[in-house]
Each structure stands twice: as C-alpha cells, then as structure tokens.
C-alpha cells in the first residue's frame, strides 16, 4: 500500500522520477527502485517528505520511523516482542527507529504494528477554483499588517515573500529571486509567515524547526485554523501560541483585488512575550487560547 500509494502521491504533483530523485539528492534509479519497495529506509522517509506524503493510524511523530516507535510504546511491546511479531531481529528494529535498515524490513514492521494504516489525506487548497499558483499567493493586506507590526515590531523576515505583497521586511525570500523558504536558513528577530495554504503543514514543521533551533527569535503566523494532524497536537499545540481571530481578513490577489477567506483564520506565534501579545488582542478582535493544557517535555 505504502509504496503504491507514494508513486501515486508523485504523480499526483506531476513530479517524474528524476524531479523527484533531484529533491532529495539520489540518483533517477533509486526512485525507480524505490517505488518498487527496494532501497533503504532513508530515502523513503526523504521521499516522503518531499511529497509531503503522510500516514495516519500509526501515531504521533515528524517521521514514519518515529511513528512505528511511538505506536509500539503504546502497545506496551519491546523491541524484541514487535520484532518477533513481525519476524525481523531486534537489531533491525532498533535500526528502523533510528531511521535506517531497509524498504523491506520497514514495511514488515508497519504491517506488524499498524496494518490499518493509510495515507492522511493530502491537505486541500483552501481556496476556490484557480490556477494553484495564483491560490497560493494571496497577499496579507497592509491594515492586518499594521497591528502586527505595532505589537511584534518590524519584521525582520517574510519566509515566504512575493514581489507584490504590501509586507515589509528586511529580508523576503522570493521564489522568482532563486531563494526557497523551505531550504534556505531563516534569519532575524521576527518572522512573519503567510504561506502558501495548500502546504500548510510543511510551511508549519519549517517554522517550528528554524524557530527551535534557535535561528530565528519569535515567529508570527497567519494561517487556516485547520487542527487535525497529530504534528499539530503534539508539537505545535504545546510550543505555539494560538490567536482565534474573529470575522476574515481579505487577502489581496496579484491584481490587487481584495479576497476574503472562506475559512476561519487564526495567528500562531513561537517564542513572543506577554506583553506582545496583550497589545495584539488590543488591536486585533479575538482571543488568545489559554496554556492550561501540561507542556511537551
Ligand atoms: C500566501 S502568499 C504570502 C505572501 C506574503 N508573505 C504575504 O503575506 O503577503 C505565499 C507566497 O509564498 C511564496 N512561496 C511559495 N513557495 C515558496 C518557497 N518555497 N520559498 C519562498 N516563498 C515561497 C509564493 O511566492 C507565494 O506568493
């Protein structure tokens, strides 16, 4: 199921095997082989994430190998007890969950942990009929950005900027220029993150990541409320700050109309103070969710 469904997912983005081998840096021959559930664990979980392909009905965790790990925890079972149950040696079971071994001994220990698992379906663009470009670029309007600025301060980094979008700051990674929010090292006090909806969960995980890894200081988001994924439960829901806005915000579209959402909306911050924050629900109608749920630790 997995390796039919990844080939799928693949084609679905219109990707041939070579785009998809010079993503994620190996050789057209190793997708091949890959999509026939032959190579190693590595460039399936890189494939994975280049296509943005999840697994539901596993559990919690960024990868499929933490995944398996935290699904067999759960169960209460060692690693000796799930690698007898799925005929591999324990050595290999540990390898796995570090994210090594093989296609084959992976998919072993995914139909013995979690045979009912399948693929999360892929996140929808939240806006109507367009061209996916032309949904993808709606532009944060220069009255919503006003608050930001006044309760953040200046932006230092738009991660994911257009040319023609009112926000301001010192540095916009724009597609058109060569640059790539997904890859290249942010930077800066503050960010300010409007991504493309239709890949709101890797837009998410980046953000986090930067942000955690001590890149980047504070970082505000403006985003769909779309709360589903485990990812969001286990990391983000404990590490950011959620701000439900009340009423929609009109995004503007590259010939400058204005576009309210059909969505509800909200504002994510990771590492802003309370002061900030306070002068924000000032400013902006709706409200911070309260932090009484126990932080990750
Ligand atoms: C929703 S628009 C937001 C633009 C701007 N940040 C704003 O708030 O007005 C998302 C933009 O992300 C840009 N984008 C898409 N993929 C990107 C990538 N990998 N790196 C940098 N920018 C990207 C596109 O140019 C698109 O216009």
Redesign the pocket.
Known sequence: MLIAELREARRAKGWTQARLAERIGVSSQTVKRLEKGIGSTSNLLASMRALEFTLTGVGAGATLTEQLQARRRRQGLSMAEVAMRAKLSRTTVADLERGGGSVASLLRLLDALAPRARRRAPERAYWGQAEK?DR?????PSSFLAPIYEAFGAIDL?????EL???VARRR????HG??????TWTGRLV??????S?LLVWLRRAHEQWRAGNVETVVG?VPVRTDSSWFHEVFSSDADIFLLKGRVS??DTKGKKQPTPFSLMIFTLGAGPEQKRRFAELVPGFWLSRDHAPRD
């Not at 990674?173 to 058109?176: C, G, M, R």
């Not at 640059?179 to 290249?184: E, M, Q, R, Y």
């Not at 300010?192 to 909806?197: G, M, S, T």
């Open positions: 470009a993808d670029s709606r532009f944060t738009d991660p994911c900027g257009h979008s009112p926000v990674l724009v597609p058109e640059a790539d929010g997904l890859t290249d300010y993150l409007n991504p493309p909806f890949q403006l995004f503007l």
